[in-house]
């Protein structure tokens, strides 16, 4: 499967530079973690970024 660059593509996944506007985004499956520490340094964004990931890359 060949990576796709949505911002690219889909006019409403971008904006003009110095510009605001309203976007219509399609129906898309999205993945989340939700966290407040730097993941950097903190232990558990690998545990948590390692349980998505491999189902992110499947489909």
Known sequence: M??????KTLSGC???HGT???TEVP???YLMINGH???NSSDAY???IAIPY????ES
């Open 14 to 16: 971008r904006a003009p």
């Open 46 to 48: 690998p545990a948590a």
């Open 54 to 57: 491999p189902e992110a890359y």
């Open 2 to 7: 060949d990576k796709i660059d949505f911002k």
């Open 27 to 29: 129906t898309m499956k």
């Open 20 to 22: 605001f506007e309203i």
């Open 37 to 39: 520490q730097d993941p």
